[in-house]
């Protein structure tokens, strides 16, 4: 993965949670940081537990849907959406946080690579 690779992601994840902000999704967990003395952590797991809800309305979407539908982008509700959801929620706190998602990727890639075949015999 190249870097200018890297950095469309990063672009897109400022954009999402530019829309975020917009939509007002971040005006309550800003009150919540200043409010309270673990209020950035607080924020921080409810906003991964919503990228869990996102990855468990995908596996919905397998058990209630043909697999012809699992790529329909256009459609509420569909793997291909659900995927998505959890993608942009999980950009949203990345630019949120600041962190480079994009590179924090690029770097997972590369250090999978070096892994190899199942890294080194593992079942899963």
């Known amino acids: 993965m190249k870097k200018v690779d890297a950095n469309v992601i990063n672009r897109v994840a400022i954009e999402v949670h530019r829309v975020n902000e ?3 999704w971040w005006k309550d967990r800003e009150a919540i940081i200043r409010l309270h003395a673990n209020g950035q952590h607080q ?6 537990a919503l990228v869990v809800s996102e990855v468990a309305e ?3 979407a397998i058990r209630k849907h043909e697999a012809d539908t699992w790529t329909d982008t256009t459609t509420k509700d569909t793997f291909a959406r659900e995927l998505a ?3 942009v929620r999980i950009m949203d706190l ?6 480079d998602l994009g590179e924090a990727i ?3 890639l590369e250090a ?6 199942k890294h080194g015999g593992k079942a899963a």
Do not use: C, F, H, Q
């Not at 924020?43 to 991964?48: N, Q, R």
């Not at 999978?112 to 075949?117: E, H, I, L, T, V």
């Open 22 to 24: 917009m939509n007002g």
């Open 43 to 48: 924020v921080i797991l409810a906003a991964l």
């Open 58 to 60: 995908a596996m919905e």
């Open 85 to 87: 959801g959890a993608t």
């Open 94 to 99: 990345a630019a949120w946080t600041g962190v």
């Open 106 to 108: 690029r770097a997972e």
């Open 112 to 117: 999978n690579k070096a892994r190899g075949y």
